[in-house]
């Protein structure tokens, strides 16, 4: 298993992303994420048509936790984020900042280059 650090200043997805190709990492499982960011982007499908997103910015502090999976060196991120009143949100994370916490994602690499 390999650690994956998204510090201060960093978004969530470039930086997961930029560290996986730098480890010629190109499918695998992103088996936990844990952390803190400062807002984020997170869609969920439309009622009448599973083939449309409808992507919601969240600009404010979050609790971040999720999973997802590296295919072919994409990224794809599922999240739960809990927000100020015990409020959460989920879905497919687009984006997401780090400001004065961290983001650790846990991966477990299938194949390499």
Known sequence: ????????????MET??????????LDGAIVSLIGAVEGCA??????DDAT??????YPQPLEFS???EIVDGKVHLH??????GNQTVSGHLH????????????????THR
């Open 1 to 12: 298993m390999i650690l994956l650090s998204v510090a201060s200043g960093e978004e969530v």
């Open 16 to 25: 997961i992303s930029r560290k996986l190709e730098e480890l010629d990492i």
């Open 42 to 47: 997170i869609s969920t499908m439309a009622m």
């Open 52 to 57: 449309s997103d409808i992507i919601i910015e």
């Open 66 to 68: 999720g999973t997802g």
């Open 79 to 84: 999240v739960v984020c809990g927000a100020e």
């Open 95 to 110: 984006w997401a900042n780090v400001k004065n916490f961290y983001v650790n994602a846990y991966v477990l690499p299938l």
